[in-house]
């Protein structure tokens, strides 16, 4: 599975942004899909995950109800909307895959993801 990231940037506090990152590859559809980020100096977090037919999602306690994953199963990308921005969401957001992933199955650590996408940068400003 391939992994490419994209949609980060420069945004102001309060402000709204969308990460995508399309998956290809033989086994893609079997994917569960994860974002996590990466501060600087800071260890890699969990943000938010989806299972392989987008019945599962979990979320991060610090992401709930500000950010939304979701996946187009036709075009085998996930989503990853982000409202309500705040300066401590400054990252780099990485999409990760779980290949051939049980139904309903959205991991929130990273040890189950097999692959991993190269990363987009979002800055948040106060």
């Known amino acids: 599975v391939q992994l490419q990231a994209s949609g980060g940037g420069l945004v102001q506090a309060g402000g709204s942004l969308r990460l995508s990152c399309a998956a290809s590859g033989r086994t893609a559809r079997d994917s569960a899909l994860g974002w996590f980020r990466q501060a600087p100096e800071k260890e890699r977090e969990f943000v938010a995950a989806i299972s392989r037919d987008a019945s599962g999602t979990n979320y991060a306690d610090s992401v709930k109800g500000r950010f939304t994953i979701s996946r187009d199963l036709a075009r085998r990308t996930v989503y990853l909307q982000m409202n309500s921005l705040k300066p401590e969401d400054t990252a780099v957001y990485y999409c990760?895959?779980?290949?051939?992933?049980?139904?309903?199955?959205?991991?929130?650590?990273?040890?189950?993801?097999?692959?991993w996408g190269q990363g987009t940068e979002l800055t948040v400003s106060s």
């Open positions: 990760a895959a779980y290949d051939r992933a049980r139904y309903g199955v959205a991991p929130t650590s990273s040890h189950p993801y097999d692959y």
